[in-house]
C-alpha cells in the first residue's frame, strides 16, 4: 500500500524557518519524482518545488527560489522542504506528492501558518 506522510508544519514568526518531511513507503521511491505543492485559503493549489530521480534534479516556483530548499535521502525514503526566511504569504497546507508516469499519489499534508 502506498502512503505519504508529511510532517514539520506549525507556527513560526516572519523570517523563520522550518523543516518540512514526506515520508513514503509502499514503492520504490527512486522511481518518482518528487514534489511539494501547497495550497492557501482561497487559493489554488500550486506547485512549489520538485526533485527528480535519480539525477535530484531541483525546480522552483519563483516566489520561493533562493528560500527554500527541496531535497530527497533515498536511503530513508523522505523528501524535504527546507523553507527559510518565511513570509506571511506563505502561509498554507504543504502537501507532497509522487508522480511516475500516470500515476500520483498524496499525502495528507501539513499545515504551515506564518504569523507574528
Known amino acids: 500500500q502506498v502512503q505519504l506522510v508529511e510532517s514539520g508544519g506549525g507556527l513560526v514568526e516572519p523570517g523563520g524557518s522550518l523543516r518540512l518531511s514526506c515520508a513514503a513507503s509502499g514503492v520504490t521511491f527512486s522511481s518518482y519524482l518528487m514534489s511539494w505543492y501547497r495550497q492557501a485559503p482561497g487559493k489554488e493549489r500550486e506547485l512549489v518545488a520538485s526533485?527528480?530521480?535519480?539525477?535530484?534534479?531541483?525546480n522552483y516556483v519563483d516566489s520561493v527560489k533562493g528560500r527554500f530548499t527541496i531535497s530527497r535521502d533515498y536511503g530513508k525514503n523522505l523528501v524535504y522542504l527546507q523553507m527559510n526566511s518565511l513570509k506571511p504569504e506563505d502561509t498554507a497546507v504543504y502537501s507532497c506528492k509522487m508522480t511516475r508516469g500516470p500515476a500520483n499519489y498524496w499525502g495528507q499534508g501539513t499545515q504551515v501558518i506564518v504569523s507574528s
Open positions: 526533485i527528480t530521480s535519480p539525477r535530484s534534479i531541483t
